[in-house]
């Protein structure tokens, strides 16, 4: 069974920095992306940023030049370095892992707050 453990959310200031941290145990190594959603209420979820297995990075465009992600697919850790961050980065943020075999999972969310 795979199962996915965030870590670092919180509340931060207009212009402040988090860092959030995601693992993920069962899956062995048929990986073929990891990454983060995020979802604020009352839109849908969005891809923030994915990093595939050779190691090629996407992001979305709101986030380009701010957030990085990192991490290493083959051993099931991401993490996603978040800079200047802005009060629309509210938003709950969810870890994934796309399984070869077994399809697409989720972490349990993690709250970012971005205060004015």
């Known amino acids: 069974q795979v199962q996915l453990a965030e870590s670092g959310g919180g509340l931060v200031q207009a212009g402040g920095s988090l860092r959030l941290s995601c693992a993920a145990s069962g899956s062995g190594f048929s990986i073929n992306s990891m990454g983060w959603y995020r979802q604020a209420p009352g839109r849908q979820r969005e891809l923030v940023a994915s990093l595939n297995l050779g190691g090629m990075t996407n992001y979305h465009d709101s986030v380009k030049g701010r957030f990085t992600i990192s991490g290493d697919v083959a051993k099931n850790t991401v993490y996603l370095q978040m800079n200047s961050l802005k009060p629309e980065d509210t938003a709950v943020y969810y870890c994934?892992?796309?399984?070869?075999?077994?399809?697409?999972?989720w972490g349990q969310g993690t709250q970012v707050t971005v205060s004015s």
């Open positions: 994934y892992l796309d399984h070869v075999v077994r399809g697409v999972h």
